[in-house]
């Protein structure tokens, strides 16, 4: 089945992104992003990697300031049964 991200340069094979392209159990797909103001006193971050053959999606996000910090990070597998 394709989906709207079959049309981005972002899948390592010519097979709809919704298929590993190896059955690799350490295969995956990172997505990161981050922002900083042009002061330097603020920054945050996000990303989220996908192992689809072990079915593990993980993520994590920062946020910063001079005087805190804050970080969380989360890991997930489906459930079975």
């Given at each position: 089945m394709l989906t709207p991200f079959d049309d981005y340069l972002i899948h390592p094979s010519a097979d709809?992104?919704?298929?590993?392209?190896?059955?690799?159990?350490?295969?995956?797909?990172r997505y990161w992003f981050n922002g900083q103001d042009k002061g330097g006193e603020f920054f945050l971050a996000g990303a989220m990697?996908?192992?689809?053959?072990?079915g593990v999606v993980d993520a994590n996000s920062e946020?910063?300031?001079?005087s805190w910090t804050t970080l969380n990070a989360?890991?997930?597998t489906p459930r079975t049964g």
């Amino acid at each position: 089945m394709l989906t709207p991200f079959d049309d981005y340069l972002i899948h390592p094979s010519a097979d709809p992104i919704a298929h590993p392209a190896t059955g690799d159990p350490n295969h995956y797909d990172r997505y990161w992003f981050n922002g900083q103001d042009k002061g330097g006193e603020f920054f945050l971050a996000g990303a989220m990697g996908h192992y689809p053959v072990r079915g593990v999606v993980d993520a994590n996000s920062e946020c910063s300031t001079p005087s805190w910090t804050t970080l969380n990070a989360a890991s997930t597998t489906p459930r079975t049964g």
